[in-house]
């Protein structure tokens, strides 16, 4: 089993840049998939990006192409979300999550994919 913390998050202006850091334990990370998902009050939590157990393979939520970059240093047993350009809309509680499944059931997107879950950092973007 993993535990996973998540880091980096606050308070910043529209246009500015931000990294978020999810620090594994208990498990090397390598042996899974890693994502990001966010939330906002009242909604579902939605997908942000993935990466694939090497690093080799990225996804992007269409909301974030462009804008975002999810990476991973395995030896550190870290995954990264650099997220540049940030909005209002990005306003929302990130979550670090992990999938342990050789390949992704569900195209990787889907909440029920990840069993290993961080508790969240909050990011706020003013406008």
């Known amino acids: 089993q993993v535990q996973l913390v998540e880091s980096g998050g606050g308070l910043v202006q529209a246009g500015d840049s931000l990294r978020l850091s999810c620090a594994a334990s208990?498990?090397?990370?390598?042996?899974?998939?890693m994502a990001w998902f966010r939330q906002t009050p009242g909604k579902e939590r939605e997908f942000v990006a993935r990466?694939?157990?090497?690093?080799?393979?990225?996804y992007y939520a269409d909301s974030v192409k462009g804008r975002f970059t999810i990476s991973r240093d395995n030896a550190k047993n870290t995954v990264y979300l650099q997220m540049n350009s940030l909005k209002s809309a990005d306003t929302a509680v990130y979550y670090c999550a992990a999938d342990p499944n050789l390949y992704a059931r569900y195209g990787g997107t889907q909440r029920a994919e990840y069993d290993y879950w961080g508790q969240g950092t909050q990011v706020t973007v003013s406008s």
């Open positions: 990466i694939s157990r090497s690093g080799g393979s990225t």
């Open positions: 208990g498990r090397t990370i390598s042996s899974y998939a």
